[in-house]
Each structure stands twice: as C-alpha cells, then as structure tokens.
C-alpha cells in the first residue's frame, strides 16, 4: 500500500488588503509574475469572478506557475488590458503558459523524498521499490503548478519522524488545471 496522503483542492492564505504588483512574488520571472498579476487582475477586479474571493487568492494559485517564456507572459500582460470579461486572451490560460517541467521534477522530487521517508520507516525494501508502486496513485505529468510553500513542505518530509503525518498545509502542493 502506497502511504502518500494528498488532499487537492482549494488552499488560499488570504489576507484583508490585496497584494499590489510589487508586493506580489511568484514562481518564474519578473515578467511571468507580471503575467500572474495581470491574469488575477482580470479575474478578480474586472470580470469579479466567483471561483476567486479576492485578488491574494487568486494570486496563491497564478503564484505557483513558472511561464513557458517571457515573451508569452509579456504579450499576454498587455492583452489582458483590452481583454473582454471571461474571454481569456488565446494562449493566456494558466495551462497554455505554465511551463510544466520545472513542475514535474518538483513533483518526482516531492516523491523521492516521500519514498526515502517511507524507506527509512521501514515501509519499503528500497527508494526504487516505494517508486514504482507510487507512479500507479501519482501522475506527476497533470500539474502545471508548483505552490510556494513547495520548498518547506518538502523540508518537512525528510524530518518527518516515523509515528507523524505530514502536516495539513503540506498535503496540497501542487495545482492542475
């Protein structure tokens, strides 16, 4: 039996006061991070969309997207700025401009250290043998996003002592679409 516990779904840290632009900090470049911030601008203060309470929502989740190329991500900035409301400019959507390698490798990274935790628990007879059976339950390839707290979070499974779960807000480190 495969002992990953992962909830998907909606994880937003959401403060009172909406982020600005040069508050916000993303995954990828200046530029992809201005198309982060251009995208939940659109969404959220001229479309007033339902799936996002507030810009630092939707920001949580844009956040997490490195761009496929800055020049994409620039483009798609200033066509957002004449964009109709819910027509999302074509190649604007978060799955065409995520780059989904640095996610994967996050993700087969997430895993390595789960197994090493598992082997070191004793779960498992090997990192190769807790591999294999994982690749049935986790399909790294249908994530285009990798959350910020990435990097903590798998800090934390490689502490992790053999009688504890991972904590609630490291269960859901990556988005899909």
Known sequence: MFLLTVMWGCDRDEADVDMTREEHRGRGSE??????????????SKCHHFAFQSLN????????????SDAAATDCVARYETAECLQVPAGC???????RAPVVANCEAWLEAICENNVACGHYPSVAACLDEAVDYFDCTRFVGTYLKFESCIDEIRQLPCDARMSVDCRNVFTSL
Request: aromatic share 16%; proline share 0%.
């Open 93 to 99: 959507s978060r799955g065409a401009m995520a780059d």
């Open 31 to 44: 530029a992809c991070q201005d198309w982060q911030y251009a995208s939940c601008t659109f969404w959220v």
């Open 57 to 68: 929502g939707c920001l949580n989740l844009y956040a997490a997207h490195s761009c496929r």
